[in-house]
């Protein structure tokens, strides 16, 4: 089957459907007019959806990914029109941390870029929660960084009196409190702001 960005195309016997092309692969994330590999039409009570296989046409990646639309009947007969897609896996694009943060704090690096594939999945319950997991975790450890001999203390104290404590900066003080309100926000059962 060869599909062309905007056109209506044949998928079987009785079903044309009018294709809109994903413009990028999520793995890569490079501009590219993927290839399309194989199809699925997962039928509900009361809409339809289309599952299709893409392949990334970048030689370096030449990865797979999904693309999922919901189908609606256009003028009531055998043509569905594809909605805005959602594609599998979401895009990720790469975050760089300066070498100061990823040598300070490797674990707040890893934990922030967890944080953000679960907001680019649309996981913003578990996302604030990383968040604010990242942020103590890069608080701690610059602390224990310019106190290296408090470490236990700075270790296993809270947070908001770690930062109290030790954050010798006061413009990062105030930063680092800020943060702790609103990040605290997404660690609790009622939000307070
Ligand atoms: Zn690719």
Redesign the pocket.
Known sequence: MSVTRGSTTQINDTILMYVELPDF?P??G?S?EPILVSQNIVKGNESQCAELCWK?P?GI?S?LFLSSSELSVQNGNAYYLLSQYQLIPTYCPPIDFADEVDRVSPQFSEIYRQANRAENAGLNEIAGVGYRRALEFLLKDYCVYIRPEKEDDIKKEFLSQVVQKFVDREEIKQIATVALWLGNDESHYVKKT
């Open positions: 692969c793995h890569c490079k590219v990334c970048n990646c990865r």
